[in-house]
C-alpha cells in the first residue's frame, strides 16, 4: 500500500509542457526530458535528451525499439528512427532511471507519430540488370548488409550537422514507394542525388569506413560508422576511395558517382541510419539530431 501511494505521488510530480522549441518537456524535481520534435512523421527520426544532475543509468522502449542513451555533454541522449511502416499513433512508454545507489524511479513519455503519403514510381530496369531485383539477389545481399548497419560503437565520432555527400539535385527524396519491373515494391531509404559519372563523393561526417566493397544490387558501396548507432552508407559509387577500417573526416573524399548495381544512370544514393533504421537524411543534414 504504501509503495502504491508513493508512486501515485511520483506521477503526480511529473509534468508536461511544450517549449518554445517544439519539444515536448517532462519534468520531476530531479530530472528532465525532452522529446523533439514535438510530433514525428514517419520516416524521420525523434531526439531525446535528458538531464539529470547526477550519474544515472536510463532504460527503456519506446515505439518498439529500446532507447539506448549516451552521454552527451552534460546531458544524455538517445535517437530513435520510425520506420516508414509504423502506424500513426501516440506511443506511450517509461522511462526507468535508476542512480548510483541503486534507487529507480519510473518517468512516463509519450512520442506522437504521424503518417505521411508516400508517392509511388515505376521504375523499368534494363535486360541487363533484370535479375538485381530478383530474391536470389536481393536476399543474401540484404544478410550481408545487416552485419554492418547492426554495428553500434559506444562512441560518438560525428560533429556538427552532416554535409551533403554529393553535388546535384535531388532526383529521388525519401519515402517514395519504388515499383521495379511491376514486381518489387519497397520505400527509397535514402536519397538519390543525380551527378555526372566520376563526380566526388564525400564522407557526411567523421567516423570509420566499415565496408568498402562491391555489392550485386547496391553496386560499389562505402558504409561509414558515426557512432552510438548511426551510420552512413553511399551506393552505386564508380570507384571506391576509402578503404575498410580507415578513419575518414567529414567532406573527405570516399569515391566516385557511379551506376554500378541496380541504378537506371549515374547518381549518389545516400542512406543514413539510426540503430540500423533508415531514415530521411535531411534529418542528419539539418542538425534535428544535435
Ligand atoms: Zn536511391
Known amino acids: 500500500m504504501f509503495k502504491r501511494s508513493c508512486l501515485i505521488i511520483l506521477l503526480i510530480l511529473i509534468s508536461c509542457r511544450v517549449s518554445a522549441h517544439g519539444g515536448r518537456v517532462y519534468e520531476t524535481d530531479d530530472y528532465w526530458l525532452k522529446i523533439s520534435p514535438r510530433s514525428v512523421r514517419v520516416g524521420e527520426a ?36 520510425i520506420y516508414p511502416k509504423t502506424k500513426p499513433d501516440t506511443y506511450k512508454f517509461n522511462l526507468k532511471i535508476t542512480d548510483a545507489r541503486g534507487k529507480s524511479v519510473m518517468m512516463p513519455a509519450a512520442i506522437e507519430v504521424l503518417g505521411r503519403e508516400f508517392a509511388s514510381t515505376s521504375i523499368t530496369l534494363p535486360a541487363g540488370k533484370k535479375e538485381l531485383s530478383s530474391d536470389k539477389k536481393l536476399v543474401p545481399e540484404r544478410k550481408k548488409l545487416a552485419d554492418y548497419i547492426n554495428t553500434e560503437s559506444a562512441r560518438l565520432f560525428w560533429r556538427g550537422r552532416f554535409i551533403r555527400p554529393a553535388r546535384g539535385r535531388i532526383s529521388q527524396v525519401y519515402g517514395v514507394r519504388n515499383i521495379i519491373n511491376g514486381e518489387l515494391s519497397y520505400h527509397h531509404n535514402g536519397i538519390d542525388i543525380a551527378a555526372p559519372e566520376g563526380a566526388p563523393v564525400l564522407a557526411g561526417n567523421d567516423g570509420r569506413v566499415i565496408l568498402a566493397s562491391y555489392l550485386a544490387v547496391r553496386g560499389k558501396t562505402v558504409i561509414i560508422d558515426h557512432g552510438q548507432g548511426t551510420l552512413s552508407a553511399y551506393f552505386h559509387l564508380q570507384v571506391i576511395l576509402a578503404k575498410p577500417g580507415s578513419w575518414v573526416s567529414k567532406g573527405e573524399l570516399i569515391g566516385r558517382v557511379g551506376q554500378t548495381g541496380m541504378a537506371t544512370g549515374p547518381h549518389l544514393h545516400w542512406t543514413t541510419y539510426i540503430h540500423s533504421v533508415p531514415v530521411n537524411p535531411v534529418n542528419f543534414l539539418a542538425g534535428n539530431l544535435l
Open 46 to 81: 525523434v531526439r531525446l535528451l535528458f538531464y539529470s544532475p547526477r550519474e544515472v543509468k536510463i532504460t527503456g522502449m519506446a515505439v518498439g525499439q529500446t532507447l539506448r542513451f549516451y552521454r552527451y555533454g552534460k546531458y544524455y541522449r538517445a535517437l530513435i528512427g
